[in-house]
């Protein structure tokens, strides 16, 4: 099993910046796809980016792509999401994802392709 937990969230005027992190426990995650997914009230949780677990593949929704940028840090067992220039419609739960891939290169965009997810925190963007 694999155990996430996400901190860095809080409150932040609109042009502003955060670190999200995203620290596994119980298992390396190494070679494991990770994720990051939002969810804003009323609306579904949705894609914001994705890295795969060798070279650095990364992937990005179309509406953070150019502000936010996902990494990795094998050694400490961690992800991280960087979000720039940060929008009122950035306002959401964000979550960490994890998969076990055999692919280095591979990563996933969709929910469901993911096993394992963190309880989330909260990123509040004020205009």
């Known amino acids: 099993q694999v155990q996430l937990v996400e901190s860095g969230g809080g409150l932040v005027q609109a042009g502003g910046s955060l670190r999200l992190s995203c620290a596994a426990s119980?298992?390396?995650?190494?070679?494991?796809?990770m994720g990051w997914f939002r969810q804003a009230p009323g609306k579904e949780r949705e894609f914001v980016a994705a890295i795969s677990w060798g070279a650095g593949s990364t992937y990005y929704a179309n509406s953070v792509k150019g502000r936010f940028s996902i990494s990795r840090d094998n050694t400490k067992n961690t992800v991280y999401l960087r979000m720039n220039s940060l929008e009122s419609e950035d306002t959401a739960v964000y979550y960490c994802a994890a998969r076990q891939t055999y692919y280095s290169t591979q990563y996933y965009y969709t929910k469901d392709e993911y096993h394992y997810w963190g309880q989330g925190t909260q990123v509040t963007v004020s205009s």
């Open positions: 119980g298992r390396t995650v190494s070679t494991y796809a």
